[in-house]
């Protein structure tokens, strides 16, 4: 399972596991054995043959009146050591070892003709050579005297102590590093979720503060850099902006003279497409020095407008036009925008409503603190490759560039950054039932 793309969860997750790692790495130096042959602690081993014989004898050599505080005497190291009366029931997924296991020729050796049982996993072998291997599981002997001693592996002091008391403190270690963990991580990662807001505010406003240099030293030289590469791209979109609007203010000088020139040609049909042609031309300047401005639209004189006056003012007038739009019975909601920033985005998706898709519909939904007003047509749409890039600057879902067909290719991406630039969104989608939904989502109060 992959980890979170959230930064904080992949160190914390990352600096656990380290933790589990040495706990576990711990746990198994204390129980693994520490030693091969005849030397060395043996953790959850059966005793040796020879260890076994000198057990069994010593019992067998005890008084009765003893044997019991003997037995009890040898039952504190690693190995268990019991009296029954009988040999015990074989265990749940164990079995007796029989002379196919490779120790057990040693154990018979080295008990002599005793009775025994050695039981072992199911699944598991007895080892030959100095250990029985950590498949045995307890070895039972009848005495002499009929009783059967039954010597049966266990932890040491050392591990009972470690999966006891010792895991508790281990758990409250944990906990107490968990708690510091998170709060050194916290403190880590929150100036980078804090410079990565800031990066999408520049990103809606090209007039967003400056980030500000704090945190560790790498994020600080982080916030310096982009505070730099802020500072160089406002000032080329200022730059850009100022330049397009002198190209502009001097084309007007020149189109007014065209103008009046026009007045002057004799041909009455000419003069009239002449005076069409200069008046999308200064149209086409008038969109194109809009878009140029980044800050067109950014929430200036933002109110709280009435969608549903605003579109049956919008309607009456189309119908004036002679133009098809209708607006839905339902249509309500509130939107906080410009007003002419609201007009100019409806306007521009209902002329490409109305050029592309005829009949028109305009509705608004209320959603909560946002409002959604919508432009559908009954048109042929648009695939979805061209929706993905319409709304780019002179894109055209009409590709031969004729004036007749289609404007210049800036009507979406006026109302796209308008939207933006009050705290909006626009989006393009095929309709079902055919044509094209162009969608506004505004706010429906400011932003607190």
Known sequence: MMLSDNLSTRMTAILLAGLAVMLVIGAALLVWPQGRGEGGVRFYQLPRPSEARAIIEAVEASPPAVRAKVVKALDTGVIRTTLDEGFPPLQLRA??????????????????????????????????????????????????????????????????????????????????????????????TLPVSLLAKDVVRFGDNLN??????????????????????????????????????????????????????????????????????????????????????????????????????????????????????????????????????????????????????????VDARPLGCRVEITVLDNGPGLPDAVLETITAPFERGETSRNRLTGGAGLGLSIVKALAQGQSGRLTLANRPEGGLAATIDLPARPAS
Not at 116 to 130: F, M, N, P, Q, S
Not at 132 to 148: I, K
Not at 328 to 353: F, K, T, Y
């Open 95 to 188: 079995r007796a070892a029989d002379a196919s296991d490779p120790g057990y020729r040693a154990y018979r050796q080295a008990l002599g003709a005793r009775d025994l049982r050695i039981d072992i996993r199911r699944g598991g072998r007895l080892k030959e050579g100095a250990l029985p291997g950590r498949h045995a599981l307890r070895l039972s002997v009848r005495l002499a005297d009929g009783e059967v001693l039954v010597l049966r592996r266990r932890a040491p002091d050392t591990a009972r102590q470690f999966f006891g008391r010792v895991s508790l403190a281990a758990a409250t270690v944990l906990v107490v590093t968990l708690l510091m963990l998170a709060l050194a991580v916290r403190q880590t």
């Open 208 to 361: 967003a503060k400056a980030l500000p240099l704090q945190g560790p030293r790498e994020l600080r030289e982080l916030s310096a850099a982009f505070n730099t590469m802020q500072g160089r791209i406002r000032g080329l979109m200022d730059e850009r902006t100022r330049m397009l609007a002198a190209i502009a203010h001097d084309l007007r000088t020149y189109l007014t003279r065209l103008t009046l020139r026009a007045e002057f040609i004799s041909d009455d049909a000419q003069r009239a497409k002449a005076g069409t042609d200069l008046a999308e031309m200064s149209q086409l300047l008038d969109d194109t020095l809009l878009f140029a401005r980044q800050d067109a639209g950014r929430g200036d004189g933002a109110r709280a407008i009435d969608i549903r006056r605003e579109l049956e003012t919008l309607v009456a007038l189309r119908f004036e036009m002679g133009q098809v739009v209708l607006l839905a019975p339902e249509a309500a909601g509130a939107a906080w925008a410009s007003p002419l920033a609201l007009r100019r985005m409806i306007d521009n998706l209902v002329d490409n409503a109305v050029r592309y898709g005829g009949a028109v519909t």
